[in-house]
Structures are given as C-alpha cells and as structure tokens.
C-alpha cells in the first residue's frame, strides 16, 4: 500500500480491507509509518516511534483474521496521547479491538500554564495548515497527525476542551462523550478519554469499542437547535463565529431563537480541579449554568456555538485569550459535545463548530457530524 493511498483511507475503510483481506495490517502499518517518516519531521507530531512493536502487533492482528476473527478495528494504525500510553483503558480497549499503535503523541510541557501546545525533543509541535500556529491542546499530536493522515484515529482526552480545541484548528472531528459514560481521567470526573478523527463514521465506531455497544447517528430528522456565539460571557472573534454559523445553516435544523446567557464557569472548574476559586461564585456560576442548560435542552435538541472564539495562535502562546471559554463549561456539567470543521479563516486555518446535547445523545452530535461531512466536505490540509 503507498503512502498516498493510505492517507485518503478512514478508519473504518481500513479495518474493512484488512478484515476482508484485501490488504493485511502489516502493510498497512508499514504504509503508516511510511508517511509518519514523511510528515513528522515538519510536524513534530510524535514524541516517540513504537516502529518494530507495531510491526509485531500487526502481524497478530493478521493472524487473528487469518485464524477468522473479525475485530472492529482490525489493523487500523493509531498514535496515542502521551499522557496515556498503551496501559491507559482507552488504548487498552482500542488494541483489543484490533488497532495497532505506532507512536506516543505531543502534549505540552509540564511548565505551560494553558495547555495550548504541544512540544517534543524537537521543538513544538505544528499545525498542519500553518508551520507558525499552534495545532492546539493539549491532545495537540494527536490532532496534527490525523489532519496530516499519519494515522485516521489518535486518541485524545477532554478535561477543558483538549479533544475539541485541537480538533478545530486542526480542521477534524473530536467528540466530548456524556460525563460519566467513560471512566474519566481525574478525581473530578472532568477529564474524558476520547479520540481525533476524519469522518463521522469513524467517531460513532471509535465511542461504540469504547462504550462496547453499537452507536450511531440518530435523532428527529429536523433536530431543534439553539444558537449561540459567545454562551453570553465570552468575547469571540467575529470570524470564528460568522463561519460556525454559516456551517450550521447548511443543516437541516429547526432553529428556535432563544437568549443563552451562561455565567463563566472559570471559578467553577478552578474549584473542582483543586485551583485557589472563590467557593460562592463557582457554586453559583455551577448551580445557575445547570438550572439554564436544563431549560435550554427541555426545549432544544442541540447548542450550537464556534468551537474557539479565537483562531490558532502562534508558538508564542494565547495571550490574554481564553481558548477554552466556549468547551469547558461543558466538562462542567457533563453534557456531550463535538467539535466538526466549519470552514477555513481567511489565513488559511480551520474553524471549528461546536455541538452541544442533551446528557446522553451522542446519537444527535453523530448524526449532525456525518449531515455536515455530506454537505460540506472538508478538505486536508497542504502537504
């Protein structure tokens, strides 16, 4: 399998090949690793390269298939977050499903406040429409590699917006589960395992190995759906939100106009991760953010906001912008959310559309992901 044609092949197309036989997953991994050689040196996408480890892996998968099993994801290669390696649960239910592991993703450095970056022994990690911006945080490897088709799955994890952001501005899919429905990765039950990938398909076949059920789109043909541009607290860049929601009005959606006025859950989150946070406000900003996003999806299917309310920054870091202020909320109160490309910033980076449900309808942010892929495809990026 050549490089190229490797790269224009989801997840679920190359699990399907290799279970049918029609190519193995060694030569798929091979073909990964190929392109990682090609790409990484630009991208510095991966802090390590599991290269013979890989190899082996993919030869038991052939022998699985051979032998007339059928795993999920038979063969399909995938980076995973540094932060979590190959014993974290997520990685440990995706190589049991059949993928085969190449390499550990960039995450930032221990020092960075924001986890806006992400950094390897190389230098920082860049993203892969503009060599000067970041690719995000802080599942930032994760994002560039799937853009840039070194791998069609990577995974990632939530506790702010670090599936969502990076999968932004980096122009692919990145799903925020139901709190609760996956063992989270912290005490406070914010962080939550999760993945970057290309296509809608892949999204709902990732969360079902996850969940260990089937999970699809689903949901009334013409969801009603609520707009929002900055949840009533948070200065977004005019641009940002002029593109998200050009990309929402190519949906088949009932739109109701209704206020949303949230309150900023900083205080909130700084208390629930153990941060110094005035106890009164974050039990306020919580308590009044529940009681508004129960009346909002008593009457809506869907929230719809920008992912970000500002673009990529440089390697310079954000600045006084707070990238996180449209995801984090929802790390809060638990709801399920998704990031989708929206559409590219005049300087050539990718926005992102946020999605919002109710508790437990991923079914609805799947159905929307895969309605938007058909519309309006997205492209790849240069390179």
């Known amino acids: 399998m050549l490089p190229e044609e490797y790269r224009r092949l989801d997840a679920t197309a190359v699990a399907a090949l290799v279970t049918r036989r029609e190519t193995s997953a ?27 480890q890989a190899l082996a892996d993919a030869r038991e998968v052939d022998r699985a298939v051979a032998g007339g099993r059928r795993p999920p994801l038979a063969g399909v290669p995938i980076g995973v977050k ?31 406040e924001w986890q806006t970056w992400g950094h390897t022994d190389r230098g920082p990690t860049v993203n892969p429409w503009r060599a000067d911006r970041s690719p995000g945080g802080s599942s930032a490897g994760s994002a560039a590699a799937v853009a840039a088709g070194v791998v069609p799955l990577a995974t990632a994890s939530d506790g702010a917006g670090s599936t969502r952001i990076p999968a932004a501005w980096c122009g692919v899919i990145g799903l925020k589960a139901t709190g609760g429905r996956l063992p989270a990765r912290d005490a406070a039950g914010l962080n939550v395992p999760g993945a970057m990938v290309r296509t809608a398909r892949d999204a709902a076949l990732h969360l079902s ?30 641009e940002q939100a002029e593109i998200a929601r050009a990309a929402a009005g190519a949906l088949r959606l009932t739109w109701r106009e209704r206020p949303v006025r949230l309150r900023d859950p900083a205080p909130a989150w700084r208390a629930l991760r153990g941060m110094p946070a005035d106890p009164s406000a974050a039990e306020a900003a919580r308590r009044t953010n529940d009681e508004r996003l129960r009346e909002l999806f008593a009457e809506a299917d869907l929230l719809l906001t920008p992912t970000t309310p500002t673009p990529p920054h440089g390697h310079d870091g954000p600045g006084t912008a ?18 989708v490309p929206a559409g590219l910033a005049a300087d050539g980076t990718p926005v992102g559309l946020q999605a919002v449900a109710g508790p437990g309808r991923e079914d609805l942010l799947l159905r929307l992901a895969a309605d938007l892929e058909r519309l309006r495809p997205w492209p790849s990026p240069p390179g």
Request: with cysteine.
């Open 322 to 339: 707070m990238t996180v202020g449209l995801t984090w909320g929802f790390n809060i109160s638990g709801h399920p959310a998704i990031s």
């Open 209 to 238: 190995v996850l969940l260990g059920e089937g999970i699809g789109p689903g949901g009334p043909d013409r969801p009603v759906a609520v707009w929002s541009s900055t949840l009533g607290f948070t200065k977004v860049d005019p």
């Open 26 to 52: 060694v030569e798929v991994a091979r073909a990964a690793l190929a392109r990682l050689a090609e790409a990484d040196p630009r991208l510095r996408a991966f802090r390590t390269v599991t290269a013979g």
């Open 82 to 112: 540094a932060w979590e390696g190959v014993d974290a649960p997520q990685t440990r239910r995706l190589r049991a499903a059949g993928c085969v592991v190449i390499g550990l993703t960039s995450v930032p450095r221990p020092t960075t």
